[in-house]
């Protein structure tokens, strides 16, 4: 068996697409190991790492948390819900090679659509009929790096927030680690069109 990629998630709340990419671990789904639980704040998700043995930090300043994780040889940082806006200076430290860095996030919508914040909120209140879930490598520009995945559901019969954040969710909990997998086995190829790149499984 191949070794195993090793990871620090990186939290702000409830720690639900961290529950699914523990659970993926312990099925065998993903052959990884979660080195390190960091986040910016106390939270839910830093009691779930507590109980399940996960070491956690928590802090605010990037250069601690860029001092704490350095040593630790990881292959990819995963963002599940950080909140904290996540400098060139960081990224620039955790370089995967000239094009990619090793962070990789979750954003609840069809990027380039509702950016930042609360996007859900902003698709269901926009009116939209689809809205989604993207899977990215991260940049210094927020919510713009290469995409690796999205899924596309329809929101048209949604009659209030929360049933749009509750399917969003249960989409979020398999596009994660669904993608993770092919990510951390190398098996993907960065393709360019016009002045992007975007990520595309083998
Ligand atoms: C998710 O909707 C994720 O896409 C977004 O923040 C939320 C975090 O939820 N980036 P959880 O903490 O994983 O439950």
């Given at each position: 068996?191949?070794?195993k990629t090793?990871i ?12 699914s990419i523990y659970e993926s671990i312990l099925s065998g789904q993903l052959n990884a190991e979660i ?43 995963i ?97 994660y680690p669904n993608t993770l997998k092919?990510i951390f086995s ?17």
């Open positions: 068996m191949s070794s090793r620090a998630i990186f939290v702000s709340g409830r720690g639900s697409n961290f529950d080195v390190c639980l960091v986040a910016d704040r106390p939270c839910l998700a830093v009691e779930k790492a507590t109980t399940r043995q996960i070491p956690t930090f928590i802090s605010k300043n990037e250069s601690e948390v860029i001092n704490h994780i350095k040593p630790m040889n990881l292959d990819f940082l963002l599940a819900g950080y909140k904290k806006i996540i400098s060139a200076t960081f990224i620039e430290n955790f370089k995967r090679d000239s094009q990619l860095s090793k962070i990789i996030n979750i954003h609840p919508s069809l990027l380039p659509a509702f950016p930042g914040l609360h996007s859900y909120a902003q698709a269901f209140n926009y009116g939209v009929k689809f809205t989604g879930v993207t899977i990215h490598f991260v940049v210094p520009d927020v919510d713009a790096g290469p995409i690796c995945a999205q899924a596309v559901f329809s929101i048209e019969d949604c009659l209030n927030l929360e049933d749009v954040e509750s399917r969003g969710l249960a989409i979020e909990h398999q596009l092919w190398n098996q993907f190829s960065v393709k360019s069109r016009g002045s992007r790149f975007y990520v595309q499984p083998h």
